[in-house]
């Protein structure tokens, strides 16, 4: 009985560990709130983010999906297209990491 509890626990441990066990980041362009996809989720957080936070973190290098450096409305609008069809629409993946008093944002007026 001991032999079949240990090797159960050991079996649900196995299948309760995520990928975010494993890496810190998502590396995948328009991955916003890093969940190792882009889905139209990301789009609904970066609008969120863009329109001044309401509490949410974004992987700012990520969220640059055209590559111009600037995290904005294009990139909501890149990804937007991407999801309902892509309309020959490619996202750019991360050179590198950005740091976040490095990537501008839209101002709010």
Do not use: C, W
Not at 14 to 22: D, R
Not at 24 to 40: C, H, I, M, Q, R
Not at 60 to 85: C, F, P, Q
Not at 88 to 109: C, F, H, M
Request: proline residues 5%.
């Amino acid at each position: 009985m001991k032999k079949f509890l240990s090797i159960f626990l050991v079996f649900v441990l196995v299948l309760s560990l995520t990928p975010a066990a494993f890496a810190a980041d998502s590396k995948l362009a328009g991955d916003v709130n890093n969940d190792f996809e882009t889905t139209t989720k990301d789009i609904t957080i970066l609008r969120r983010y863009l329109a001044g936070g309401y509490g949410v973190e974004i992987q700012e290098a990520v969220s640059d999906v055209n590559g111009d450096s600037a995290v904005n409305a294009k990139d909501v609008t890149i990804l937007r297209r991407y999801h309902v069809g892509g309309y020959g629409v490619e996202l750019v993946q991360p050179k590198e990491e950005l740091k976040p008093d490095e990537t501008p944002r839209i101002p709010l007026n």
